[in-house]
């Protein structure tokens, strides 16, 4: 049992470039998230998704995409990567709204944008 | 939307005496209070949290109090130890938007021995 995984773990990219950020579960968790975390600024909502097929804006989603084609995915991506995107990403999961379930994070993805 | 507000951002307590973090929030209509610990370079974990129908929860060392009047919880260490040096989140849930977690900024809590 894994838990939450995402890959890659480290990651620089040149301005302009675009990546994907891969999540994936194995609890069978409805809700999945992608928070980012900037030094001083706690963890901050990007987008998140209440099942398959499903995604939602949260706090900063601007210039991120992701989808959910599969429950236990969850994927983000850049399409033109700048240096303010400079992020350690987490993942999180739970089974059911954040409320009534515990989130479970992942370790996290360290992108650097030159 | 929500807003957290999180004080100290370090604090330096001597081995064995107790650490309090206090965060407060915005939203009346948040029912969710959880708190992370978060070592360096290390993924959030829980470590306690508590629902609005309740004013305290205790789980060993750990304690978290929450006063809905005055829109405040707080933490609580007791005869702190050298692992419990980390990075502290506290983070509230309302429901009335996005669905996920607002956070604080953070407290670096460090235990001198």
């Known amino acids: 049992n894994a838990g939450v995984t995402q890959t890659p773990k480290f990651r620089v990219l040149k301005t302009g470039q675009s990546m994907t950020l891969l999540c994936a579960q194995d609890?069978?968790?409805?809700?999945m998230y992608w928070y980012r975390q900037d030094p001083g600024m706690g963890l901050r909502l990007i987008h998140y998704s209440v099942g398959e097929g499903t995604t939602a804006k949260g706090e900063v989603p601007d210039g991120y995409n992701v989808s959910r084609l599969k429950k236990q995915n969850f994927l983000l991506g850049l399409e033109s990567a700048a240096p303010s995107q400079t992020s350690v990403y987490f993942c999180?999961?739970?089974?059911?709204?954040?409320?009534?379930?515990?989130?479970?994070f992942g370790d996290g993805t360290r992108l650097s944008i030159l | 939307g929500e807003n957290v507000e999180q004080h100290p951002s370090t604090l330096s307590v001597q081995e064995g005496d107790s650490a309090v973090i206090k965060c407060t929030y915005s939203?009346?209509?948040?029912?969710?209070f959880p708190w992370y610990k978060q070592e360096l370079g290390k993924r959030p974990q829980l470590i306690i949290d508590?629902?609005?129908?309740?004013g305290e929860k205790k789980d060993q060392r750990i304690a978290v109090t929450l006063n809905k009047t005055a829109k405040h919880f707080s933490l609580h260490i007791t005869e702190t130890q050298p692992e419990d040096s980390a990075v502290y989140f506290c983070a509230a849930y309302s429901g009335g938007g996005a669905d996920g977690l607002t956070f604080g900024k953070g407290t670096h809590l460090i235990i001198q021995p």
């Open positions: 999180a999961s739970s089974y059911s709204r954040v409320s009534n379930q515990p989130q479970h």
């Open positions: 939203d009346s209509a948040s029912n969710y």
């Open positions: 609890m069978n968790h409805e809700y």
């Open positions: 508590i629902r609005s129908n309740v």
